[in-house]
T-cell receptor, first 116, second 111 residues
Framework: EAQVTQNPRYLITVTGKKLTVTCSQNMNHEYMSWYRQDPGLGLRQIYYSMNVEVTDKGDVPEGYKVSRKEKRNFPLILESPSPNQTSLYFC???????????????FGAGTRLSVL | QKEVEQNSGPLSVPEGAIASLNCTYSDRGSQSFFWYRQYSGKSPELIMSIYSNGDKEDGRFTAQLNKASQYVSLLIRDSQPSDSATYLCAGASGGSYIPTFGRGTSLIVHP
């Protein structure tokens, strides 16, 4: 089954304790991205990756790191989480092929993070 | 700054009516447009994609694109209570594979 898998689904942590949210896709997509979603602010892009070892900042990258060492994996790292990073996080992947399937984002189930 | 604007709603319609959701975008280079449905606490799921001016129909859903007016809409015919969700509009330019999302419109279909 084609899917994007995020783990964990729920996470409660304390300020300053490093954490990693994993994301894996089995569709051989080149593009992957991370979003956070907050009430009234919609989906905001944190980082994206166009291929292995190629990453770039999105709209709200402060406080986050990413890596893309393998095509299927795109972990999100919070080196020193703060309460303002409490949010719902989504990983997504997409095609690069031409045609109508291009740009369609396939989302993971989401990770709800609370930083105390 | 590329922007996609949506009215946050809520838009309330009776069961069986047509729900009309609207979206405008600022980037004239945008070529691909998408409507996602998102239930509370769940991930967005694609409903429609549209790439050319005009209408595109899929079941009860019709997407409309007017590039001259930079306007995208989604019509839901015979609305059902199960259609109650937040609808996200997104647009992507030709050179980008990562779309820009609007903040979403909340739709409530009441029996």
């Amino acid at each position: 089954e084609a899917q994007v898998t995020q783990n964990p689904r729920y996470l409660i942590t304390v300020t300053g304790k490093k954490l990693t949210v994993t994301c894996s896709q089995n569709m051989n997509h080149e593009y992957m991205s991370w979003y956070r979603q907050d009430p009234g602010l919609g989906l905001r892009q944190i980082y994206y990756s166009m291929n292995v070892e190629v990453t770039d900042k999105g709209d709200v990258p402060e406080g986050y790191k990413v890596s893309r060492k393998e095509k299927r994996n795109f972990p999100l790292i919070l080196e020193s989480p703060s309460p303002n990073q409490t949010s719902l996080y989504f990983c997504a992947s997409s095609f690069t092929r031409h045609g109508e399937a291009k740009n369609i984002q396939y989302f993971g189930a989401g990770t709800r993070l609370s930083v105390l | 700054q590329k922007e996609v604007e949506q009215n946050s709603g809520p838009l309330s319609v009776p069961e069986g009516a047509i729900a009309s959701l609207n979206c405008t975008y600022s980037d004239r280079g945008s070529q691909s447009f998408f409507w996602y449905r998102q239930y509370s606490g769940k991930s967005p799921e694609l409903i429609m994609s549209i790439y050319s001016n005009g209408d595109k129909e899929d079941g009860r859903f019709t997407a409309q694109l007017n590039k001259a007016s930079q306007y995208v809409s989604l019509l839901i015919r015979d609305s059902q209570p199960s259609d109650s969700a937040t609808y996200l509009c997104a647009g992507a330019s030709g050179g980008s594979y990562i779309p820009t999302f609007g903040r979403g419109t909340s739709l409530i279909v009441h029996p």
